[in-house]
């Protein structure tokens, strides 16, 4: 009985344990195909290794036909044909014998058949496909010759006797250049001639590979294999993720695929376990407002919401504030889509779909479990809406986040989604937005004068900055020449009081609340924190106005 290919590329040492688990799980998202295929597929082996398995597993010879070229003797022993029937081509005559080549074991099991063909005693070699093909379209016209590509351009050669499959080295390369960037997301793009790789960090893309368009497949497949993906899915949009460890330390990827006209689509974003888990101060609150923070999150009930757009940073202020409370005496529990960060000590549900496990259906549960404090990664309906409502206003502290432009927007947000107006307006005790600005690079930043154009924009006057420096963005080797270096919060935070519920049981507009909001609310807008930042030497103006400068044209007349 024959030895399993598997353990025979093993022994050889052309794969290890985890790569024939892989292969195996490839083999059995795609019905019919071979281990051997599979590995191939995945560019954990190549036609030589796989090749050369099988000669020890059929116990037959390896011939390298790569250089070979057959003889006009040989090509008349052995017939047009023939050579087209049983797929072989003649390699040379010895002892008697005539030497066929060919890429499928199985042909030796109809040597008969090719034996009276020829009319000859026969003996059988293996090579691989490629090679095959290529001699046979040379010396007999059949097909066409295959290019032999060289699929690790661009990276240094690696040793075959030591180092991993070729695609496995681009793709770890990949995921490892953006943790040394200090990329938030990556993103593979298959375009109509190549394969596009480009990396966000601090906010804002960057193209960072351009890769042939041969090897979108390849590439696709690995992640979509370290996914946890069905790689025999084309047509449908897939979720997965990614746990690996690289550079020394271990890091998760969230990753979400499309189908595209060229190809598919995959976005990954990097969860750095030592990395996400910052504390307040880092996040960008300074002075009163980290005062008043603080005094918000320690309340004992009610629902604390923080709103943005997507990529605004709103889990990692939760996170922080959790991280904050999180004591041996505090139970807190997390319903959250995706669990993005491991927070120890602390209860943490993910949301699943496909099951039925929805934010609505965690929370009922939790309240049965008596927690001090739950996160609710976002509230988006009203069913959810109302669950937090009533843990909130049976004695639970309760986080969760919001889509809106800004905070007084999140009140009138919830009314619309059916929660009635007195019960928004007595469950929710803060509401804060928030967005991520690039931080300037402390190294290469320098003084000067701001036209009074982008001074008009801010809203600022000439003698509100009269002796204060304000910095431009230049650009250095540490900061890889784009003046920034990190991120930093800007933010809007106001505490509910009698006046505010008030407007939000009458259901007033989100103009009327965030004008009370300033009034007895202690409400500082986006746009005169992100003054306080360019003041203090933090960014610049053009970068709060890019990051916010819609939000601030919209309501200019009411925080002036």
Not at 88 to 108: C, N, Q, S, Y
Not at 427 to 450: G, S
């Amino acid at each position: 009985m024959h030895k399993q290919i598997g353990q025979i590329l093993l022994a050889m040492g052309a794969i290890d344990e985890r790569k024939l688990k892989e292969g195996l799980e490839h083999q059995k998202r795609v019905p019919g195909t071979k281990l051997g295929k599979a590995l191939l597929d995945l560019n954990f082996i190549d036609e030589t290794q796989l090749t050369k398995g099988l000669c020890r597993q059929f116990n037959l010879p390896f011939v390298d036909l790569s250089r070979a070229t057959v003889s006009e003797r040989l090509q008349k022993l052995v017939p047009r044909g023939v050579v087209s029937d049983f797929g072989v081509v003649p390699v040379k005559e010895h002892e008697g014998k005539l030497i066929l080549a060919t890429d499928d074991p199985m042909v030796t099991f109809t040597s008969d058949e090719i034996r009276f063909a020829l009319g000859r005693e026969l003996a059988f070699a293996l090579t691989t496909p490629t090679a095959l093909n290529n001699v046979r379209a040379e010396a007999y016209g059949l097909g066409e010759k295959k290019e032999v590509k060289d699929r690790r351009r661009g990276f240094e050669e690696p040793d075959p006797a030591n180092e991993e499959a070729p695609v496995i080295r681009l793709v770890t390369e990949i995921l490892e250049q953006a943790l040394r960037q200090r990329a938030s997301d990556i993103h593979v793009e298959p375009l109509a001639d190549r394969v596009r790789v480009r990396y966000r960090v601090d906010g804002v893309m960057h193209e960072a590979h351009s890769l042939e368009k041969d090897l979108s497949g390849p590439v696709i497949t690995r992640l979509k294999v370290m996914a946890r993906m069905d790689i025999s899915e084309h047509r449908k949009p897939q979720d997965g993720r990614i746990a690996v460890s690289l550079l020394g330390r271990p890091i998760d990827l969230r990753v979400s695929l499309i189908p595209a006209t060229a190809g598919e689509s995959i976005v990954m974003r990097i969860l750095d376990r030592e990395a996400g888990l910052v504390d307040l101060t880092e996040l960008g609150f300074v002075g009163d407002d980290r005062d008043r923070f603080d005094r918000i999150i320690r309340r004992p009930n009610g629902i604390f919401l923080v709103t943005g757009p997507t990529g605004s940073g709103k889990t990692t202020t939760l996170y922080a504030a959790l991280k904050t409370l999180n004591k041996p005496n505090v139970k807190i529990i997390t319903a959250e889509n995706p669990v993005e960060y491991n927070l120890p000590g602390i209860n943490q549900s993910e949301v699943r779909h496909d099951i039925g496990l929805t934010f609505s259906h965690i929370l009922r549960a939790m309240l049965r479990q008596a927690p001090n404090i739950i996160l609710v990664g976002e509230i988006r309906d009203r069913e959810t809406a109302e669950i937090a409502i009533q843990a909130a206003l049976t004695g639970h502290l309760v986080f969760s986040t919001l889509h809106t432009n800004d905070a007084p927007s999140a009140l009138t947000r919830l009314v619309d989604m059916g929660v009635k107006p007195f019960l928004a307006s007595t469950a929710v005790m803060a509401v804060m937005a928030q967005r991520l600005v690039r931080k300037l690079c402390l190294t290469c930043r320098q003084p000067h004068e701001p036209p009074p154009h982008l001074l008009a924009a801010l809203g600022l006057r000439g003698e509100e900055v009269r002796g204060r420096t304000i910095y431009r963005a230049v650009g250095c080797k540490e900061c890889r020449f784009d003046g920034y270096r990190g991120r930093v919060g800007i933010f809007e935070l106001f505490a509910m009081d009698s006046q505010l519920r008030e407007l939000t049981n009458k259901g007033s507009s989100s103009m009327e609340i965030r004008e009370q909001a300033r009034l007895s609310g202690g409400l500082r807008s986006l746009r005169e924190d992100g003054v306080r930042k360019v003041l203090d030497g933090t960014t610049t103006i053009e970068e709060i106005l890019r990051v916010a400068g819609a939000v601030f044209s919209s309501r200019s007349a009411i925080d002036d």
